[in-house]
């Protein structure tokens, strides 16, 4: 694929050596073409004129921050696609940046390959968050739980509900086919069901609403035979 049929993806970080070095790494391993801004003032300036496929942002800018970048360029640009790119590894953090619309929120402290199939799912419409969010995530649904849960997973079956569980505990297919010894076909069929009965979009979007609604994360005790 030629350079000019690349995604375009504006880096916003006053770290300019972290950036810099960023843009290399995305460039080389083909992902996209990456443009980089020093300032949240530089970033609403020029993202709106590149018009970026997406827009990677740290939380913590000087001067303007990076929640109100996002805000700006979401109302500048309501197709951007924004995932957060901090040190942050705070749920509170995590929330809110959530309820400013971004597509994701991944570590800096992630290796590359993580951060680079993160931003690649994010590019084709994923909502993404990175794993070491996950444990925060798991325990907020164990508290909401406590309180009381909702309905809404009532039409899922035993197995949907179990792996749904290992999903909102940041497992992926492969890991979730292993601890139920199944294929990861089958998996993948059981997650399109759950997403399908509840209307969800995607497994991260999944996770946050299992979170909102005090799903369970205690382990059920079915009668083998509720298993299909």
């Known amino acids: 694929m030629g350079s000019e049929k690349l995604p375009k993806i504006a880096i916003v970080d006053d770290h300019v050596l972290f ?56 109302e500048k640009l309501p197709d951007l696609r924004v995932l957060v790119l901090t040190m942050d590894a705070s749920g509170e953090s995590l929330f809110r940046a959530l309820s400013f619309g971004v597509q994701g929120y991944i570590l800096k402290s992630s290796s590359f390959a993580n951060i680079a199939s993160d931003i690649q799912a994010a590019l084709q419409g994923d909502t993404v968050i990175g794993r070491e969010m996950m444990g925060y995530l798991a325990e907020k649904g164990r508290s909401k739980a406590r309180q ?58 999944l996770v946050i609403f299992a979170i909102q609604e005090g799903f369970s994360l205690e382990e059920d005790t079915p009668r083998k035979e509720e298993y299909p």
């Open 19 to 74: 950036a810099e070095g960023l843009r290399s790494l995305l460039e080389g391993s083909g992902i996209g073409r990456c443009v980089c801004y020093a300032s949240g003032e530089e970033a609403v300036r020029g993202i709106p004129q590149e018009k970026p496929d997406l827009a990677l942002v740290d939380l913590h800018l000087p001067g303007l921050g990076g929640l109100e970048v996002v805000k700006v360029l979401r």
């Open 148 to 205: 009381g849960g909702s309905k809404a997973f009532d039409e899922l079956t035993p197995r949907e509900k179990e792996v749904l569980r290992l999903i909102v505990q940041g497992k992926d297919n492969r890991e979730i086919a292993q601890e139920l010894f199944l294929s990861e076909k089958t998996v993948k069929n059981y997650v399109t069901n759950i997403l399908t009965k509840l209307n969800l979009e995607d497994r991260v979007k």
